[in-house]
């Protein structure tokens, strides 16, 4: 299947799906075995008690940031707008508009969607109807425009465009910073969604990168997916550990964790000079005890009875 057709059935999920609310679509670009792989089942509330994001939210429009393709596999980040207009915990709608992000990749197979992997920033909308307070290393969400990123051209050399990216998580592994001189730029933006409040350039990655390791010393890090085009890669990756220290002003707990990040990274000249990144912040946080369980059901725009869960 061409990079083209797998662009077009995604585009077609916002634009027509979600921006439109126009739901009779929804069979047309999903496979009938279509897998939606859920990170940590059993963390949200029973489906009789889950809400829809539009039971509290109207008016919800998602805005592209960054689209990247690799055959059949293609990765997006999302920002998301809406108008509070029902109770949420009980708290009322506020009155200022709602904002929230989400990361998630794709396989498409002959026009239809037959995979998605997705890590959806339900923190902003505790945060925004003051459910839970400010937390430590964690933003809310505002609304913006975002800049357009679209890259569906193959990578030239996949070896050197997947270099940076094995380098970082290498010093994640082992905790040796030092890896990532040489291979994120001075100019390095990070678009948050994961630990919010880094500095840019190469220290941001450096400080993520002692952050996650004060706080989980023996943290391991699975690779579930990593692929390149052109000009960004594509990472998923799951990380356990026990916490031994304070993360997101959680002080330590000695849990046995466990959460997951999806990050579009843009490489040029071998170096990471930007990322947009999603993490299970929210998930971390309940194996905490620091948040109450939210009640949205994991899947937000398709039926669940179009969908079958995965656990990966």
């Known amino acids: ?91 009322p709608a506020p009155e200022k508009p709602l904002a929230w992000t989400a990361t998630m990749i794709w396989r498409v197979e002959q026009g239809k969607i037959k995979e998605r992997w997705m890590a959806f920033d339900y923190l902003s909308y505790m945060l925004h109807y003051g459910v839970i307070p400010p937390l430590k290393q964690i933003e809310s969400q505002q609304p913006y425009t975002p800049h357009y990123t679209l890259d569906a051209r193959p990578a030239l050399d996949q070896a050197k465009q997947l270099e940076p990216l094995h380098r970082l998580i290498e010093a994640h592994r082992s905790g040796d910073i030092s890896l990532l001189d040489g291979v994120v730029a001075p100019i390095y933006k990070d678009h948050g969604g994961w630990i919010d409040g880094l500095p840019d350039g190469p220290e941001g990655l450096k400080e993520e990168v002692r ?22 890669v594509t990472l998923r990756m799951i990380g356990t550990g026990t916490h031994k220290g304070e993360i997101f002003g959680v002080p330590a707990t000695n849990k046995q964790v466990s959460w997951m990040t999806i990050g579009i990274y843009a490489v040029e000249n071998g170096r990471i000079t930007e990322r947009w990144i999603d993490g299970s912040r929210m998930e971390l946080l309940r194996q905490l005890d620091a948040v109450p369980a939210v009640p949205f059901a994991p899947i937000t725009s398709v039926g669940p009875d179009l969908l079958t869960l995965g656990d990966r």
Do not use: C, W
């Open 211 to 232: 952050i996650l390791r004060s706080a989980f010393p023996d943290l391991e890090l699975e690779v579930t997916h990593l692929f390149a085009s052109e000009k960004h």
């Open 1 to 91: 299947m061409s990079t083209e057709e797998t662009k077009k059935t995604v585009l077609r999920f916002f634009d027509e799906i979600v921006n439109q609310q126009n739901f009779s679509g929804i069979r047309e670009i999903f496979a009938p075995d279509v897998v939606e792989h859920e990170f940590k089942p059993g963390l949200f509330p029973p489906p009789a008690k889950q809400q829809r994001i539009g039971d509290i939210v109207s008016n919800v429009i998602d805005q592209i940031e960054a689209f990247t393709l690799a055959g059949e596999y293609s990765a997006v980040r999302v920002i998301g707008t809406g108008k509070p207009y029902a109770e949420f915990f009980g708290r």
